[in-house]
């Protein structure tokens, strides 16, 4: 009987020490789980695609305004993109992005902070009467026993300390930072080239209200002329009453339809000005120019590689490398921090 007993109190003894190593074996082994890697896309074309031609240089693909060969669309784009909020307010989120990079790969250099310290210490004694005491220091005397005392001392120090990266968190956060500076610089791009894209579209949306002002206001005044001749030939009898109040009601009609338009055309050039970022600024500021538009040609491109140079699309893509990277980074919270 104490044999068995003394077989199973091994045997439940090896069994709590054995699973100790396997247990260290196996978090470690968690440990080196990695964020699953990223897939690119493959986009398959059809067969029957071809595309004849020269491709566009990407300069030309970047500032496609420039196609046009505008004057006026290029002034009001340049304004947009130096002065335009949207603009700004992306560049701001870049910097932002900058200075997170640099303050997340700060951690990981040398941390420490100079300090200095100084101290003048002195005693001064009330004067006393020049004694001869036998058995003082200095010769015996008071006076020179209680003599001011100055003391000065000082401390300069500038402790250190930094991490050993043994598990590859510098370089995980630097590619994370890496990441979203990406992003926030694709971010900056794709808002350049929609408040370009909207300023185009207005200023093409400006003129034709502006052509149909004019034949509003054309319309009008032949409409007027109409009035004054049916007013004139109900005077004198060759016109009924009814025929002065039906050109009386075109009139008053093709009055409304010219003050709408002109409302529309007065909002589309608001509008512009608050793209260029001058929204308080007069309208008779922005002259809407009449010229002729030429269509740019469309680029002889593979759509895939025009899709590929989508802002949004790379800052997603570089978005999903940031949050694989802060997955990394969240395995190797788990590792132990080693600083000396």
Same mark, same amino acid.
Request: some cysteine; charged content about 20%.
């Given at each position: 009987?104490?044999?068995?007993?003394?077989?199973?109190?091994?045997?439940?003894?090896?069994?709590?020490?054995?699973?100790?190593?396997?247990?260290?074996?196996?978090?470690?082994?968690?440990?080196?789980?990695?964020?699953?890697?990223?897939?690119?896309?493959?986009?398959?074309?059809?067969?029957?695609?071809?595309?004849?031609?020269?491709?566009?240089?990407?300069?030309?693909?970047?500032?496609?305004?420039?196609?046009?060969?505008?004057?006026?669309?290029?002034?009001?784009?340049?304004?947009?993109?130096? $002065?335009? &909020?949207?603009? +700004?307010?992306?560049? /701001?989120? !870049?910097?932002? =992005? *900058? #200075?997170?990079?640099?303050?997340?790969?700060?951690?990981?250099?040398?941390?420490?902070?100079?300090?200095?310290?100084?101290?003048?210490?002195?005693?001064?004694?009330?004067?006393?009467?020049?004694?001869?005491?036998?058995?003082?220091?200095?010769?015996?005397?008071?006076?020179?026993?209680?003599?001011?005392?100055?003391?000065?001392?000082?401390?300069?120090?500038?402790?250190?300390?930094?991490?050993?990266?043994?598990?590859?968190?510098?370089?995980?956060?630097?590619?994370?930072?890496?990441?979203?500076?990406?992003?926030?610089?694709?971010?900056?791009?794709?808002?350049?080239?929609?408040?370009?894209?909207?300023?185009?579209? $207005?200023? &093409?949306?400006? +003129?034709?209200?502006? /052509?149909? !002002?004019?034949? =509003? *206001? #054309?319309?009008?005044?032949?409409?007027?002329?109409?009035?004054?001749?049916?007013?004139?030939?109900?005077?004198?009898?060759?016109?009924?009453?009814?025929?002065?109040?039906?050109?009386?009601?075109?009139?008053?009609?093709?009055?409304?339809?010219?003050?709408?338009?002109?409302?529309?055309?007065?909002?589309?050039?608001?509008?512009?000005?608050?793209?260029?970022?001058?929204?308080?600024?007069?309208?008779?500021?922005?002259?809407?120019?009449?010229?002729?538009?030429?269509?740019?040609?469309?680029?002889?491109?593979?759509?895939?590689?025009?899709?590929?140079?989508?802002?949004?699309?790379?800052?997603?893509?570089?978005?999903?490398?940031?949050?694989?990277?802060?997955?990394?980074? /969240?395995? !190797?919270?788990?590792?132990?921090?080693?600083?000396?």
């Amino acid at each position: 009987m104490k044999s068995s007993v003394s077989r199973l109190r091994t045997v439940v003894a090896r069994a709590l020490v054995w699973p100790a190593p396997g247990l260290g074996v196996a978090l470690w082994l968690a440990g080196c789980v990695n964020a699953p890697p990223i897939r690119p896309a493959t986009v398959d074309l059809p067969a029957a695609y071809d595309a004849a031609g020269a491709d566009l240089p990407a300069g030309a693909l970047d500032h496609w305004w420039l196609l046009y060969n505008d004057p006026q669309l290029q002034g009001l784009v340049d304004q947009a993109l130096a $002065g335009g &909020f949207s603009v +700004r307010e992306a560049f /701001a989120r !870049l910097t932002e =992005a *900058r #200075a997170t990079r640099a303050s997340a790969l700060s951690r990981y250099g040398l941390q420490g902070n100079a300090q200095a310290t100084g101290e003048i210490r002195r005693t001064d004694y009330v004067s006393a009467p020049d004694l001869d005491v036998p058995g003082l220091p200095g010769g015996g005397s008071l006076t020179n026993l209680f003599a001011p005392n100055t003391n000065k001392t000082g401390n300069v120090s500038l402790p250190l300390s930094w991490e050993l990266d043994l598990f590859g968190r510098r370089n995980t956060a630097r590619n994370v930072g890496d990441a979203d500076l990406a992003a926030a610089r694709f971010n900056y791009e794709g808002v350049r080239a929609m408040v370009a894209a909207d300023v185009a579209r $207005g200023l &093409f949306e400006a +003129r034709g209200l502006a /052509a149909q !002002l004019e034949d =509003a *206001r #054309a319309n009008e005044h032949i409409q007027r002329q109409i009035a004054d001749i049916v007013r004139v030939r109900a005077a004198r009898g060759l016109a009924a009453g009814s025929d002065v109040d039906r050109v009386e009601s075109d009139l008053a009609q093709t009055r409304a339809q010219a003050a709408d338009v002109a409302g529309a055309f007065d909002a589309s050039r608001r509008a512009l000005l608050v793209l260029i970022g001058a929204g308080t600024a007069p309208l008779r500021r922005l002259t809407i120019g009449h010229s002729e538009v030429r269509v740019p040609d469309v680029p002889d491109t593979l759509p895939g590689a025009l899709l590929i140079r989508r802002p949004d699309i790379r800052e997603a893509d570089a978005r999903l490398v940031a949050q694989t990277g802060n997955v990394r980074l /969240a395995e !190797l919270a788990f590792y132990p921090t080693i600083t000396p």
